[in-house]
Nanobody
Framework: VQLVESGGGLVQPGGSLRLSCAAS????????MSWFRQTPGKERELVAT????????YYAQSVKDRFTISRSNAKNTVYLQMNNLKPEDTAVYYC???????????WGQGTQVTVSS
């Protein structure tokens, strides 16, 4: 299993970024996919989850109406569109696959998002 994030960077408050996570090594369209984020000294927190079918996504309250998770099963890729970014969105963002049957978590290497003027 391999998850490779990209798209992070430095952006001003109010700006936008689109993160991508390219997945390989498993049947992508069989699994829900998630984005988490983590800042130093804090636990990794769930940002958004999208089911295998791509409908009824879940969002953390802190990002609702600003972030949109989507997926392309044809490209084995999950995306996170982040709009109206705030300094408190600064974190390392991780792509995640959780296997319910085995309770296994697979993670990407993370991509840094910094929101600052």
């Amino acid at each position: 299993v391999q998850l490779v994030e990209s798209g992070g960077g430095l952006v001003q408050p109010g700006g936008s970024l689109r993160l991508s996570c390219a997945a390989s090594g498993f049947t992508f369209n069989n699994f829900a996919m998630s984005w988490f984020r983590q800042t130093p000294g804090k636990e990794r927190e769930l940002v958004a989850t999208i089911p295998s079918g791509g409908t009824s996504a879940y969002y953390a309250q802190s990002v609702k109406d600003r972030f949109t998770i989507s997926r392309s099963n044809a490209k084995n890729t999950v995306y996170l569109q982040m709009n109206n970014l705030k300094p408190e969105d600064t974190a390392v963002y991780y792509c995640n696959r959780f296997v319910v049957r085995t309770l296994q978590n697979d993670w990407g290497q993370g991509t840094q998002v910094t929101v600052s003027s």
